[in-house]
């Protein structure tokens, strides 16, 4: 079993920058950032694979910057140049063993391990 605890998000002006923290109490094989905006599906946003693999949805590309402390199994979001767009509860998940960062963007709530939620909410 692995906890993950989400801090960091809040409030911004379009434009802005938050910083997202995922602490998880061990550590894991692939990591990522998943949102959930109010009536939509959730979608994967980035994923950080243990060999230090990246992928991104297109959406963030070029905004959003995810990055890993092995040493304190800590997982961070910087996101830059935000929009309206990006608001939602942001949510950060794990996997033990291999997946491919394709599948893990993919990532059924049923599986895998998840936070509890911490939301961004960018005004314009």
């Known amino acids: 079993q692995v906890e993950l605890a989400e801090s960091g998000g809040g409030s911004v002006q379009a434009g802005g920058s938050l910083r997202l923290s995922c602490q998880a109490s061990r550590n894991v094989h692939d990591m990522g950032w998943f949102r959930q905006a109010p009536g939509q599906e959730r979608e994967g946003v980035a994923v950080?694979?243990?060999?230090?693999?990246?992928r991104y949805a297109d959406s963030v590309k070029g905004r959003f910057t995810i990055s890993k402390d092995n040493a304190k199994n800590t997982l961070y979001l910087q996101m830059d140049s935000l929009k309206p767009d990006d608001t939602a509860m942001y949510y950060c998940?794990?996997?033990?063993?291999?997946?491919?960062?394709?599948?893990?963007?993919?990532?059924?709530?049923?599986?895998?391990?998840w936070g509890q939620g911490t939301q961004v909410t960018v005004s314009s």
């Open positions: 998940a794990a996997v033990d063993g291999v997946m491919s960062s394709w599948a893990f963007l993919r990532l059924s709530p049923d599986r895998g391990y």
């Open positions: 950080i694979g243990s060999s230090g693999s990246i």
